[in-house]
């Protein structure tokens, strides 16, 4: 059975600060992992998404890391904004694509806190 | 394009009675997934559906709680005889109907309150 965890449970740093949150997951037969935000009372919103052959993934301050055989992820964000300040989930999609879909097995996220 | 659409966006029922929640997926994709987040904790797969069939429902209660996606119209969530710790965000997802690995939308929640 899947597990992912997210270390820390909770993150404060002051502005501008660079910082790494960290994923890790049990199986490694993953089919791609993503990188997903969310806002108190809102849904989800996809950040960043590596497939199973790649090492990361880039979008503008934000770099996603891949580390399938050692079952690790780490989001790192350059130059932390106040905007920033959100809950960060890390999810994986099985290895066996059609039988499974798009089935996201999460971690329990770690919040986020960009003080100015 | 719209995105996934749920609503209602808050449901308040009392001990006993019945919730519906609805998700309309984005245009094009066939395939619904939900996921139900308690307080204080992470999300947790409940079902996976495709139009007029239910592919996986391992993570969904064994009763009370049902599912459906019929040909036409949106999905549906039902929960019957809800308690109080049926109390939860529950989101949405859908993704298109060839499974390439990309990314699945989220719908913004229903967030269902048992008083």
């Known amino acids: 059975k899947q597990e992912v965890t997210q270390i820390p449970a909770a993150l404060s740093v002051p502005e501008g600060e660079n910082l790494v949150l960290n994923c890790s997951f049990t199986?490694?037969?993953?089919?791609?992992l993503q990188w997903f935000r969310q806002d108190p009372g809102k849904g989800l919103t996809s950040l960043l998404l590596i497939q199973s052959s790649q090492r990361e993934q880039t979008s503008g301050r934000l770099n996603a890391s891949l580390d399938k055989s050692s079952g690790r992820s780490t989001l790192y964000i350059a130059a932390s904004q106040p905007g920033d300040s959100a809950t960060y989930l890390c999810a994986v999609v099985r290895g066996e694509g059609e039988t499974s879909g798009s089935r996201l097995t999460f971690g329990e996220g770690t919040q986020l806190t960009v003080n100015p | 394009n719209a995105g996934v659409m749920q609503n209602p966006r808050h449901l308040v029922r009392r001990r006993g009675q019945e919730a519906r929640l609805r998700c309309s997926p984005m245009k094009g994709h066939s395939h619904v997934y939900w996921y139900r987040q308690l307080p204080e904790e992470g999300l947790k797969f409940m079902v996976y559906l495709q139009k007029e069939n239910i592919i996986d429902e391992s993570g969904m209660p064994k009763e009370r709680f049902s599912a459906e996606f019929p040909k036409e119209g949106p999905s549906i969530l039902r929960i019957q005889q809800v308690v109080r710790g049926d109390s939860a965000a529950y989101f949405c997802?859908?993704?298109?109907?060839?499974?390439?690995?990309?990314?699945?939308?989220f719908g913004e929640g229903s967030w269902l309150t048992v008083v």
């Open positions: 997802a859908s993704s298109p109907p060839n499974f390439s690995g990309n990314t699945i939308y």
């Open positions: 199986d490694s037969a993953i089919y791609n």
